[in-house]
Structure formats: structure tokens, C-alpha cells
């Protein structure tokens, strides 16, 4: 099959991406269908040393981050994200180039009698792109995989690989219909990933989720290191383009600048380090320079990230509770503006009162909009919710007129935010690219 055949055949399997609310799990779901396809083709998952990542914000950041560490350090390096903002093959990575179509539609060629042979109604969209990153990472001969969890962790197709290092980061509410309706109930399926003896390094995490995974790690004879605990950190300067950050970590201190904005980065970046650390502690060859080098080149596009300026046009691709109130703290630490345009979509799952809250503190003049994704909210639905804040707003059918609109009212000294998901943030990556930035 070509890349067109191929990617129509792994849509043909359920994706529960695109489909609300609704669980993607029986209660006695577990992943040996996963497993079975995987040993039927050799077990690839298990030939490359792993990085497993979990959480509810920052684990992509987390592992492009490591990614591309390992890679200056010398070590072939696959990375599996998810989702992707533009092109599907941007969730398989190895050494920071997407998986070629022609690799793609060649793979999934061959996967298809394995995945036929299986009980072909139980596996999912993500579980076959999964079984596909592994095959890919193992015929690339990756010395290193990078693994983000796509939801939740213990039952998520990632949780077959054996990890080297397990690193949980931010964990806030989302995902409740899924994961549970209280942040020790979705802990507990994001701590699916420790294995027994492992190391495990937590992001800060609120009380009541530290306690659940510091008692799983207990229970699994798992080490724990947490980041603003045995490791540290603290911000030095920056400007609109980088920042800079001392890491104290368990085996020395790091000086370093990434090309990322947000205090979260920060975190993420201390996260990243104690995490390189025991992989360093394990007898990988990673050097203070390696470490210092591979972060100053990392990407992970759409967060916290300046598309323009005069006026300035910031797109995040924050879509819970918890991020949004990061990233309106950002933008009043980070900018001075005369006046806050808000262009706002969201997936209909998510808690839009509770992010409306969050929103308004920006005295933002609002246009809602939607992209052309299945979970999309209706821009009437969200534009009720403004009403009842008292935020009356502008209503457009897609991004493209959302931003035309933005940027036909923003003076220079004005600043644009777009948000609300990686859907609409993708979308307006889209029309800067196909508009000169000033």
C-alpha cells in the first residue's frame, strides 16, 4: 500500500481521539492484545533502552527535551508524541526527522497480516501507530525510544515497554469521563507506568498526588526522585525568545538556556535533567555539555510559543483548568500590552465554565471559533459561557477568519492570544505560515 492506502487502513481501527467522553476501556481491558501482536513480530518494543513519560501537562516538552539530549550525546533517539498539530508522521521521530511516507506506508504493509491475525476489533488507532513506532525504532536501530504517553499510562499501548527511567510530570484534572473525577484516581492510572525497581522521577505534583504515587513506588520497590525536592531549580533571565535556568540537580549543577517561554519550562526542564541524571547514574555516556547543548535546541512548537510581533500574536496549546491559569499568569509576567485579544476554541469534553474563568482575568476582547475536528465546542456554547462572566465576544467559523479578525482590530501595542487546544493552535501555525511575519 502507498502513504494515502496506509494511513486509511489505521483510521479504519477506532480512535477514540476523535470521539468525547467516552471511556476506551472495559474494566477487565488489559493490554495483552497489544502484546500479542508485538511478540508475533518479535518483540521490538524491548530492543531499545526507554524513556517513559506520563502526566497531564509538559510530558511532550519533557521528552523532546530528553530527545534531543540524547541525541547530541551521541545516542540514536526515537521519540513517539502524540497528538500531532500538522502531519500524522510528526508522532514518530528518530533523531528529530518524521518517519518518511515511503517508511510508513512500507511498515504498515507489513503489520497488516499480524494485525488481521489479532482480534481486530479490540485494537485501536493508537495502539496500531504504537506497534508501528516500535517496529520503526527498531529497524532504524534506535539506541534509545522516547515515549509520551498518549492518555492516562496504565493502560495505554506505550505501558508494554520496559523502562529505564519512568518520569511523571505535571498532573492536574482532564480526562475525568476516562481517568476519574478526582486528581487521586487519575494519579493512580498515570502511575501505571512504574514498574517494579524502577526509578521515577515526579514533577511537583499537589499533595494528594505525590501521596498516591510515593505509595505505588513503595509497593513496586521503586526509587523515587522528586523535582523541587532532590533536584531544583531556578530561573536566571531571558527575553521573548529564551530563557535561562540553574538546575541543581543529584549529580551536579547545570547552566543552561532553552529556546522556550513559560515559567512551566522551567520546571519542565529541571524535570528533563533529573530524569537525565539516572540515566547517567545507569552508566549512559551524557555530559554537563551534552545536556547544556541538546536543551538549547530543543523544539516543541505551539506552547507558550510567538508567532508574531507589533502586534504580538501568541499561540498556547493549553486545554484544561490547570493551563490555562499557568498561561494567563504568563502572559501578564511575560508582556506588556495595551490590550488583550483573545481568539478561544475547545474541545467539548473539557471544563469550559472553569477555563472561561480562568480567561476573563485578562479583560480579553474575545472572538470564539472552532476547527474542523470532531470533538470541536460549538463557538455558541463557549460564547454563553462569556456571557456569563459578562465578556461579550465575537463568533467566526474557523481560524483563519478568527485571526483575520484579530489581527484587522489589533493596534501594535495589542497582544493576540490564541488557545484553548493543540487543534486551534495547529490551525494557526497553519495561516502564519502562509503570512510574512513582521
Known sequence: MNYIEAEEYLN???NY????????????????????????I?????????????????KGSVAAMIAQVLTDSGYKTGLYTSPHLHNLRERIKVDGTLISEEAFAELMTKLKPYLEAANRRQLTFF??????????????????????????????????????????????????????????????????????????????????????????????????????KEVTWRGMNG????????????RGIYHVTI??????????????????????????????????????KVKWPGRFQILQHSPIVLVDGAHNVAS????????????????????????CDKDIPGIVRELVSLSPQVIVTHTSHPRAASPSVIATEFVKMGVNSKITENIPQALFQ?????????????????????????????????
Open 324 to 347: 490555562i491559569k499557568r498561561l494567563v499568569e504568563n502572559v501578564k509576567a511575560y508582556f506588556s500590552y495595551k490590550r488583550a485579544l483573545l481568539i478561544f476554541g475547545v474541545s
Open 127 to 228: 495502539e496500531v501507530l504504537t506497534i508501528l513506532a516500535f517496529v520503526y525504532f527498531h529497524e532504524k536501530q534506535a539506541h534509545f525510544q522516547v515515549l509520551e504517553v498518549g492518555l492516562g499510562g496504565r493502560l495505554d499501548a506505550t505501558n508494554v515497554a520496559q523502562p529505564e527511567v519512568c518520569i511523571i510530570t505535571s498532573i492536574s484534572l482532564d480526562h475525568m469521563q476516562i481517568l476519574g473525577d478526582s486528581l487521586e484516581k487519575i494519579a493512580y492510572e498515570k502511575a501505571g507506568i512504574i514498574k517494579p525497581g524502577c526509578t521515577v522521577v515526579l514533577s511537583p505534583q499537589p499533595e494528594e498526588v505525590t501521596s498516591v504515587i510515593s505509595n505505588i513506588c513503595y509497593k513496586q520497590g521503586a526509587n523515587l526522585v522528586r523535582v523541587g
Open 42 to 58: 518479535g518483540n521490538p518494543h524491548l530492543a531499545a533502552r526507554t524513556v517513559h513519560i506520563a502526566g497531564t501537562k509538559g
Open 12 to 14: 479504519s481501527f477506532v
Open 239 to 250: 527575553d521573548l525568545s529564551h530563557q535561562s535556568i540553574m538546575v541543581e540537580g543529584r
Open 259 to 296: 529556546p522556550l517561554l513559560g515559567d512551566y519550562q522551567l520546571e519542565n526542564t529541571a524535570t528533563a535533567v533529573a530524569a537525565l541524571e539516572v540515566l547517567v547514574s545507569r552508566g549512559f555516556d551524557i555530559s554537563s555539555q551534552d545536556i547544556a547543548q541538546g536543551l538549547a
Open 17 to 40: 481521539e476523535n470521539i468525547p467522553g467516552i471511556s476506551y476501556a472495559s474494566p477487565d481491558y488489559d493490554l495483552r492484545h497489544v502484546e500479542e501482536v508485538l511478540h508475533q
Open 406 to 438: 484579530a489581527l484587522s482590530l489589533a493596534s501594535e501595542q495589542d497582544l493576540i492570544c490564541v488557545t484553548g487546544s493543540l487543534f486551534v493552535v495547529a490551525e494557526a501555525l497553519d495561516y502564519f505560515s502562509k503570512v510574512p511575519l513582521s
